[in-house]
């Protein structure tokens, strides 16, 4: 089955600075990439999502990269605010799987003032 | 919109004991789903359903585990008997329909098995 792969585990950046996260997966048929937003104690909410047929999506400070060729994709957050502090974890499915997502272990992100 | 609400928020058993998870949809949402999530990984998931129907229980541990969507709308998932490692969050998330790839999270609810 599919297996996807996130890092780094942790990512503490300085205010205002950029943040990438990455993650690999590994069953090429994997098509729909989204990233997933956690605060702590709250319920995971969509960020953003990007779809095989794309190379990169942008919605205002953050985008989504990915390479097909690689089995890779990543989330970028630029000037980062204390706000974007919160676990970040991707996912992966694919079409015949029928919205079945293969998480990946999470990033924490801290953003110090 | 009303989100996916869960209930309770926070369960505290001793072991062996039973336990129920109760989740309703976003409304009009016709696939739930169950996820497992651990401290510190990422949502697993355990059953999904289209309308009353389960479609992929293959990770559900069937000797302890049930779940239940009679009429389509809320799920309830059991645990009976609950053991120690059964400790962690129970997420139920929704979506209009599994091709739909939005999925909408429930606030979960974290089980504690002493």
């Known amino acids: 089955g599919e297996n996807v792969e996130q890092h780094p585990s942790t990512l503490s950046v300085q205010e205002g600075d950029s943040a990438v996260i990455k993650c690999t997966y590994s069953?090429?048929?994997?098509?729909?990439f989204p990233w997933y937003k956690q605060e702590l104690g709250k319920r995971p909410q969509l960020i953003i999502d990007?779809?095989?047929?794309?190379g990169e999506k942008k919605d205002q400070r953050i985008a989504v990269t990915l390479n097909k060729t690689a089995k890779h994709f990543s989330l970028h957050i630029t000037e980062t605010q204390p706000e974007d502090s919160a676990v970040y974890f991707c996912a992966a499915s694919k079409a015949d799987s029928w919205g079945k997502l293969q998480f990946g272990a999470g990033t924490q992100v801290v953003v110090t003032p | 919109e009303a989100g996916v609400v869960q209930s309770p928020r926070y369960k505290i058993i001793e072991k062996k004991q039973p336990v129920a998870f109760w989740c309703n949809p976003i409304s009009g949402h016709n696939t739930l789903y169950w996820y497992l999530q651990n401290l510190g990984q990422g949502p697993e998931l355990l059953i999904r359903?289209?309308?009353?129907?389960?479609?992929?229980d293959s990770q559900l541990p069937k000797d302890r585990f049930s779940a239940e969507r009679l009429k389509g709308v809320d799920s309830t998932l059991k645990i009976q008997p609950a053991e120690l490692g059964d400790s962690a969050v129970y997420l139920c998330a929704s979506a209009w329909t599994s091709s739909s790839n939005e999925q909408f999270f429930g606030p979960g609810t974290r089980l504690t098995v002493l």
């Open positions: 990007i779809r095989s047929n794309v």
């Open positions: 069953d090429s048929a994997s098509n729909y």
């Open positions: 359903y289209e309308n009353e129907e389960a479609v992929d």
